[in-house]
Structures are given as C-alpha cells and as structure tokens.
C-alpha cells in the first residue's frame, strides 16, 4: 500500500474520532431529564473510540509502523504536506510515541512540526526564516513560517500570535498559539512580554519553567486557598527567562537603536564548541495536538482567582547568561544612512532594524565566528510586514518575543 493510501485512511480514522469528540461535547449539554440517553450515548462513544484503538492500524508491528513514520517524515519535509506528519501522532498512543522518537527537535532536522518546536532551539543552520504581519487595528501580531522566498502571506504556516495590552505603567505582549483567544485560562497560551513606562526594559515571561535545573526565585513562594497551600507552578505561570534593555538616547544623537538581552534561561556555554541549550520536549499538558488535530481542550486553570497567575517567578539558571547584544551597523557615506547586511532579507530602512549577535567575554571560549554569527535578526519588507530570522540557541517564542519589543514606542531612545 502507498503512503498516500495510508495517510487517507489515517486521516478518516483521526476525522472519526474529532466527529465522536464534538459528538461526545453535544450529547454532553442535554437536560436533566435525558441523561440515560446521554449515559448510553457515552457508552457508545467509548465503545467506538475502543474500536478505533483496536484497529488494524493500531496494532501494526513496531518495526514496521516505524519504518512507515519515517518514510513519511522524510518525505513530508515541508508545510502544509507537513501536517500528515503531525496526523500520525493523532492515531493512537503506540502511534504518537513512534512518531515523537522518529521526528527530531529544530536543532537537529531544521523542521518545525509539534507546537513545543516552538519552544526548542532553532537550527544552527541555516536561520529558520520567518516574518510578522502587523495589524494596527487590532493590535495584534502573527508570526508566520515562511515557506517560499517571496515571503507571500497567504503561503506562511502560522506559529504564534500577539495582541499587545496598554495598562497605565507598562504595556503586555500576550503571546498565543491561537489568533482568537488570548486568554491565560487559555491552554493556547505561551507567555508574555512585558515593558516598562519608558519602553525602555522589557521582560519575556514563559508560562512553564524553561529547563529541569531552573532555580524559582520569588518573594512569595505560595498562597494559601481554604486552608491548602498552592504551589505558584499550578497555573500558567509567569518565569522570567530574560530581560530586553534599550540604551537611554537623552541627547537626541542620530543613530540606531541599542539594545541588550540577558537570556537567564541559556547559559552562555551553549554556544561554545560541544555546548547546548536547554531543551524542552513538552507542555505541562501536551497541546502537541493543537497544529491541525480536532481534540477538545479544557483550560489549564480552574482556580476562580486569577490573582494567583499573576506572581513574577524569577528563574535563575546555576551558570552564566547568554547575553546577545545589537550588531553595531556601519555609516554609509554615499546612502547617507547606517547599513546592515541582511542579504536581502530585509529591504525597507527602519529603526526598528536590527541583528543580534552573542555578546561574550575573552574568558569564555567562543571561536571568533560564532561571536559575529547573526543569532536573530528582524527587519522590515514592507507596510506591516517584517521578517525574522532566528537560530540556535534561541527558540522561535524567544526570537518572537524579543522582535516584539521593538514595536513598542520608545520616549528616550530615538
């Protein structure tokens, strides 16, 4: 059988257990005075979803639903065919645990497939090409995966979204795996971004711990509900994993932006020769569904006080930060202009432009490549559309994050 018979008939299987899901959700919402036909509808939904995991499909051999996997892995390279790929895992559970071992992290295939790719580093190389459609309207920002060199939106993959929050001394960046829902409560939601008055200092805050070692540092380690002490991990957390400063421009001087970012949750040793990042391999509830399955979710928080998700929780990493800080550009005599080359990436002049490299001290053992290596580097192609080109150590959240901090206004920097 071909690998495209197989994948129509994995895709029936997934579509019938999405149609028994929403079914399941329907029946659900009866009146009192039904429930014996919504007990017996249950029975039957559970009866069919036992038949789905007893399927022929279900119990293939593990040698050869493997070999199956990767011939569809390698052949599926790219989206939006990359999407059978992420269907396999919507099969069963032999078939989701198959599927994670054969498709590798970022770092190691290039390829984004689950959502938690988004959370892993990103190629050495080349840079993982990506670009931001702006909606002033609606205050909002979508990350998109740019799948061919004309940078077209309309054949992008969509990865993350913002909507920016004024509040009266800072500004928010609610970062989401959906367009339509930036909610905390929300099982899409990633992290935030958060500025100061002067939009001059930001703080990237992720909604899980970034690495196993990290040290929670907080001024109030709990809270107390009915008598029972909760952890501040329970909801959607907020962990600090890095810090964005904008260097004070008061005199008014022509000239770019500075910046620097402190990356508490990437030891500065990750990019050193046999170094790496820390790597994480899932959600604190698996959202690995959330690129194309149809599963229902239910919100990671049930706590009816949100205050509690509101606690900062610093993490502190045991070894040195990485540091990246702003290519410095060059004047251009003829232009009139400060130059940076972005090989052909970016093709409007903006002070939003900008490119990161590793900042590093003559103690630490960087080869002088890896130290002009362009880490991130974010820049604008036209009206409301800017691209951004990330690699290893930074992770597609991060890289996103911090491209974000440069749409907010600054009093005291130009």
């Not at 001394?169 to 409560?185: C, G, K, M, P, V």
């Not at 890095?242 to 620097?260: C, H």
């Amino acid at each position: 059988m071909s690998l495209r018979s197989i994948m129509r008939e994995i895709k029936e299987v997934r579509n019938g257990i999405g149609n028994i899901s929403r079914r399941r959700s329907f029946d659900m919402r009866v009146s009192h005075n039904h429930r014996a036909r919504s007990q017996a509808t249950l029975d039957d939904t559970l009866s069919r979803v036992l038949f789905v995991q007893q399927s022929r499909w279900a119990n293939l051999p593990p040698e050869l639903l493997h070999n199956v996997i990767q011939r569809l892995e390698a052949s599926e390279g790219t989206w939006p065919a990359r999407k059978n790929v992420v269907a396999c895992a919507g099969v069963c559970k032999s078939w989701r645990e198959i599927t994670k071992e054969v498709v590798k992290t970022p770092e190691q295939c290039g390829k984004l497939t689950f959502p938690i790719s988004l959370k892993q580093p990103g190629p050495r190389e080349p840079a993982m090409q990506c670009f931001i459609k702006r909606d002033r309207s609606a205050s909002t920002y979508k990350l998109f995966l740019g799948l061919t060199p004309a940078l077209l939106v309309e054949n992008g993959k969509f990865l993350f979204a913002a909507k920016k929050v004024r509040h009266a001394t800072s500004t928010d960046y609610i970062i989401s795996l959906s367009s339509e829902d930036f909610s905390r409560a929300s099982n899409t939601y990633v992290g935030k971004l958060r500025s100061n008055f002067l939009g001059t200092k930001f703080t990237i805050y992720d909604s899980q711990p970034p690495h196993s070692g990290a040290v929670v540092l907080t001024s109030r380690p709990s809270r107390r509900f009915y008598s029972k002490q909760v952890s501040p991990r329970v909801p959607a957390g907020s962990y600090n994993i890095a810090n964005i400063v904008y260097e004070l421009n008061v005199l008014g001087t022509r000239g770019p932006r500075r910046m620097q970012c402190t990356m508490h949750s990437i030891p500065a040793s990750s990019i050193q020769v046999g170094g790496n990042a820390p790597t994480p391999t899932e959600f604190p509830r698996s959202l690995d569904e959330s690129f194309s399955l149809p599963f229902s979710k239910e919100p990671l928080v049930d706590f009816s006080s949100s205050s509690l998700s509101e606690i900062p929780i610093n993490v502190e990493s045991k070894e040195v930060p990485l540091v990246l800080k702003n290519k410095a550009p060059r004047w251009h005599e003829q232009l009139q202009c400060w130059c940076l080359n972005f090989r052909g990436r970016v093709t409007v002049a903006s002070v939003k432009n900008f490119q990161l490299v590793a900042s590093v001290e003559p103690s630490q053992l960087v080869t002088q490549a890896d130290q002009d290596k362009v880490i991130l580097q974010f820049g604008k192609i036209g009206k409301d559309i800017f691209t951004m080109d990330y690699r290893y150590p930074l992770s597609a959240f991060q890289a996103f994050a911090i491209c974000l901090s440069s749409f907010d206004t600054k009093l005291a920097c130009e």
